[in-house]
């Protein structure tokens, strides 16, 4: 069936061709997963996941991702550059097929050639649809071949448009995206996609990534969270205020606010070993080297490095195909399986282990461990609730041997190494074991005195969680007018004394000492660790109240430390918020107005005028709110505002390094931290 139009005879190919892309540009969240921004950064994965499989094929070395102006996107690779020739079966050139057909290429269709990671291979197409309009350049044969499509459709032939030096070869693509697509923004974030290129270089040994951000200062912020910013900066502000050193550091850096273009260049000869380093860079490893392991098997290729420090966090993190698991999958249980087994095997055989002594657990062995477990096959199969868990059973087996063979020769020729794993594995395990004790004490005392929840605990009469919430409440005044003002019905109190333990240098065993620790888990209900189970919640949501100030600030840090370490999913799964109290109040002709921030004063003293008999006061602490104020500024669910703590899977392994540096005991790392961000203060998303 042919439709002629004026300019252009449709043959049925092109029609399925347009279709294919039209498909894309109706339903994208299928393909990109979202429209907002983390579909927006995907688009630029994509094309750069496509210059890594180059990488990953051995003819690329250098990839280079800039953000020009107007957050036009360029990603250029020094490859073999796509095929100009003619696609027999399309009749076009692959380069026009690899763009304007889904699923297109010898990416898709086995043939070995796609291996690197994206939205499980969307492709180039999807960009291109996505894309108000997309130029692709070709470097081959001392020629420079180009290409442009508006919106998926291409604009003209393949054509000639420059000469190259002869031995130059590579893909230069062009692109931005389409704000008809992306409303919600089409700004991109450095940092963001800093991070990402930061982990696919760990991911590629020897692959050099440059990342450079051309823009003006003007059109980097994205409008939308322009407000949460400001509070961001203006807690910062305050925060430096109280602390004094802070102070000149946010000064010194902020007149650099002036334009400077950004630039980060990744490149790590020794890849995911040196990723690992990366993760222990705020802790102290236990022993100087990274262990590595690699090898294929199955059809599996397999990688894995760790390296074990002193601390009592667990922080393994894998791969398929450079894509992030945060789900884990058979890879990660193949790889637990062969260091529980060996470990054992060792601690048993060198006598560490007592023949009477219980085998070790594998949360003893991984207890202070950082580790990166990436393996790359062919044709992987995601499961589980975000489909981000591997299933392909030949991957367990595959990391298991690989592993198990190469770490029992690594033990035997090291056994110093060996012999201080083992002893910090079986202090872990007699902590855990006392702990066992404290907790099975807590569950005794708890089975004989009934729920015995902690004293301090204000509960709420419904027993129905999905309608409770719990407010954590700094100190016993503010505790004592939550509790008054708090609807009885659905709010339950527990205040807390003063600052609590930071769990980052604890161990388990000092943890379940802690009364505040204990009343929490208690409250919760859920359990933590290995026992955690978030069908016992007994709350939906978790409110931590503290001061708008840099104590206040301190402490919920220290509890997010907490719900982090121990029981992650009431993160992951969003019932953890941050009350935000008012910061101004303001009295005017016997009415009253609440501020939230500087900002928002502003606005209101605009609106009222600013003459002088405007009676304004700065809340320092909650303990100023009598139960009412506190009550229709911050605990009222009709007109409270609720910050929910959001956890972003794709840049797992920087929050536990975040978590580590802000809290760990290295104090380096964190004025680094500091320094790093402070600079970019209004960008700062803590
Ligand atoms: C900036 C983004 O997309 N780089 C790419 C290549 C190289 C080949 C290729 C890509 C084979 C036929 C489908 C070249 N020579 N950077 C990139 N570099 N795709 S994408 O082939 C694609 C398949 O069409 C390539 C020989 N074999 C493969």
């Known amino acids: 069936m042919n439709i002629t139009t004026v300019e252009h005879e449709y043959g049925a190919d092109e029609i399925q061709i347009l279709e294919g892309l039209e498909a894309v540009r109706k339903r994208p969240g299928m393909y990109i997963g979202t429209t907002a921004s983390r579909g927006l950064h995907h688009l630029v994965y994509e094309i750069v996941d496509n210059a890594v499989d180059e990488a990953l094929a051995g003819y690329c070395d250098t990839i280079n991702v800039t953000i020009n102006e107007g957050n036009i996107i360029t990603v250029e690779d020094n490859g073999r550059g796509i095929p100009v020739g003619i696609n027999k079966k399309a009749g076009k050139p692959a380069v026009e097929v690899v763009f304007t057909i889904l699923h297109a290429g010898g990416k898709f269709g086995g043939g070995g050639y796609k291996v690197s990671g994206g939205l499980h291979g969307v492709g180039a197409s999807v960009v291109n649809a996505l894309s108000e309009w997309l130029e692709v350049e070709i470097c081959k044969s001392g020629k420079i071949y180009k290409q442009r499509y508006e919106r998926g459709k291409v604009c003209y032939p393949l054509k000639v448009v420059g000469e190259c030096e002869k031995d130059k070869t590579g893909t230069k693509v062009t692109f931005l995206p389409d704000n008809t697509i992306f409303t919600e923004t089409t700004v991109y974030d450095y940092d963001v996609l800093k991070l990402r290129l930061r982990e696919m270089a760990f991911l590629t040994k020897g692959l050099r990534i440059v990342l450079t951000d051309k823009r003006k200062p003007g059109e980097k912020i994205n409008h939308n969270d322009e407000a949460e910013k400001a509070q961001i900066n203006e807690l910062l502000e305050r925060a430096a205020e109280d602390s004094g050193e802070e102070a000149e550091l946010l000064d010194e850096v902020k007149e650099e606010e002036t334009y400077k273009e950004r630039q980060d260049v990744f490149y790590y000869e020794g890849g995911i070993k040196e990723f690992v380093k990366y993760l222990n860079k705020s802790k102290t490893p236990l022993y100087d080297d990274v262990l590595y392991f690699e090898g294929e098997k199955n059809n599996v290729y397999v990688e894995v490095a760790f390296q074990h420090n002193d601390s009592f966090n667990e922080s393994v993190f894998s791969f398929v195909n450079n894509i992030n698991t945060p789900e884990g999958g058979t890879h990660l249980q193949g790889f637990r399986n062969a260091i529980t087994k060996t470990f054992n095997d060792y601690a048993r055989g060198s006598k560490l282990l007592k023949d009477n002594e219980p085998n070790l657990s594998g949360e003893d062995i991984r207890e202070g461990l950082a580790a990166i477990v990436s393996v790359k096959i062919e044709d992987p199969q995601f499961e589980g609730q975000t489909k981000q868990k591997l299933g392909?059973?030949?991957?367990?087996?595959?990391?298991?041997?690989?592993?198990?063979?190469?770490?029992?020769?690594?033990?035997?020729?090291?056994?110093?190494?060996?012999?201080?794993?083992?002893?910090?594995?079986?202090?872990?395990?007699?902590?855990?074991?006392?702990?066992?004790?404290?907790?099975?004490?807590?569950?005794?005392?708890?089975?004989?005195?009934?729920?015995?929840?902690?004293?301090?605990?204000?509960?709420?009469?419904?027993?129905?969680?999905?309608?409770?919430?719990?407010?954590?409440?700094?100190?016993?005044?503010?505790?004592?007018?939550?509790?008054?003002?708090?609807?009885?019905?659905?709010?339950?109190?527990?205040?807390?004394?003063?600052?609590?333990?930071?769990?980052?240098?604890?161990?388990?065993?000092?943890?379940?000492?802690?009364?505040?620790?204990?009343?929490?888990?208690?409250?919760?209900?859920?359990?933590?660790?290995?026992?955690?189970?978030?069908?016992?919640?007994?709350?939906?949501?978790?409110?931590?109240?503290?001061?708008?100030?840099?104590?206040?600030?301190?402490?919920?840090?220290?509890?997010?430390?907490?719900?982090?370490?121990?029981?992650?999913?009431?993160?992951?799964?969003?019932?953890?918020?941050?009350?935000?109290?008012?910061?101004?109040?303001?009295?005017?002709?016997?009415?009253?107005?609440?501020?939230?921030?500087?900002?928002?004063?502003?606005?209101?003293?605009?609106?009222?005028?600013?003459?002088?008999?405007?009676?304004?006061?700065?809340?320092?602490?909650?303990?100023?709110?009598?139960?009412?104020?506190?009550?229709?500024?911050?605990?009222?669910?009709?007109?409270?505002?609720?910050?929910?703590?959001?956890?972003?899977?794709?840049?797992?392994?920087?929050?536990?390094?975040?978590?580590?540096?802000?809290?760990?005991?290295?104090?380096?790392?964190?004025?680094?931290?500091?320094?790093?961000?402070?600079?970019?203060?209004?960008?700062?998303?803590?």
């Not at 990391?399 to 083992?422: G, H, M, R, W």
């Not at 002088?612 to 007109?639: H, S, V």
């Not at 540096?661 to 320094?675: A, N, S």
């Open 392 to 686: 392909n059973s030949e991957a367990r087996g595959a990391v298991d041997n690989i592993v198990s063979e190469q770490l029992t020769y690594f033990l035997e020729q090291n056994p110093t190494v060996a012999k201080s794993i083992c002893e910090k594995s079986i202090l872990a395990q007699r902590a855990r074991e006392a702990a066992r004790k404290a907790r099975d004490l807590t569950r005794r005392k708890t089975a004989l005195e009934g729920m015995a929840l902690p004293g301090k605990l204000a509960d709420c009469s419904d027993k129905d969680p999905k309608n409770c919430e719990i407010y954590i409440v700094e100190g016993d005044s503010a505790g004592g007018s939550a509790k008054t003002a708090r609807s009885r019905a659905t709010q339950a109190i527990l205040p807390l004394r003063g600052k609590i333990l930071n769990v980052e240098k604890a161990r388990l065993d000092k943890i379940y000492a802690n009364a505040e620790i204990k009343a929490m888990i208690t409250a919760f209900g859920t359990g933590i660790h290995e026992d955690f189970d978030i069908s016992k919640l007994r709350y939906d949501k978790i409110i931590l109240m503290t001061d708008a100030d840099v104590d206040g600030a301190h402490i919920s840090t220290l509890l997010l430390t907490f719900i982090y370490r121990f029981m992650p999913e009431l993160i992951k799964q969003g019932h953890v918020y941050l009350a935000k109290p008012p910061l101004y109040k303001l009295e005017k002709n016997r009415k009253i107005w609440y501020a939230y921030s500087d900002e928002e004063l502003d606005n209101i003293l605009k609106e009222v005028g600013r003459d002088q008999n405007n009676k304004i006061q700065r809340y320092k602490g909650l303990g100023e709110m009598d139960a009412e104020q506190l009550w229709e500024t911050t605990m009222d669910p009709e007109r409270r505002i609720l910050l929910r703590v959001n956890y972003d899977e794709e840049i797992e392994s920087e929050i536990d390094l975040t978590f580590t540096t802000l809290m760990g005991d290295k104090v380096e790392p964190r004025r680094e931290f500091i320094e790093e961000n402070a600079k970019f203060v209004k960008n700062l998303d803590i």
